[in-house]
Structures are given as structure tokens and as C-alpha cells.
């Protein structure tokens, strides 16, 4: 594996571990403000999540 391909793919799991960051920071926040809509904002969530991983994962082999 050439060093371009490393640097690359770790700017993908940056990236995704970020994103993901990101939005589970944001529930959070969303669900300290509308507690009774937690279970909406945690699907949402966790799909959002889900593809994101996906995304990157795919994005891996790619690189």
C-alpha cells in the first residue's frame, strides 16, 4: 500500500469518526431541550450514524 492510499484513507476515518461525533453531540443536545421526542431524535441518530459508517466503509475500499 503506497503512502498516498494510507493518508487518504485515514482522512476517511477521520472524517467518519467526526461526522458521527458530531451527530451524536447534537441529539444530545436535542434531547436535553425535547425530552419527551428522545426516541424520534435516537432513530434518526442512529440511521444518520449507520450511513455515515457506510459511507466510509465504502470509501475505504475505494482508496
Not at 503506497?2 to 493518508?7: F, Q, T, Y
Not at 436535553?32 to 475505504?60: D, H, V
Amino acid at each position: 500500500m503506497e503512502i498516498p492510499n494510507i493518508v487518504g484513507a485515514g482522512l476517511i476515518v477521520i472524517g467518519a469518526a467526526l461526522g458521527i461525533g458530531r451527530i451524536g453531540g447534537s441529539a444530545m443536545d436535542a434531547i436535553a431541550r425535547q425530552p419527551e421526542a428522545s426516541g424520534k431524535i435516537q432513530t434518526a441518530m442512529l440511521i444518520a450514524a449507520a450511513l455515515i459508517e457506510g459511507i466510509g466503509f465504502a470509501a475505504l475500499f475505494a482508496a
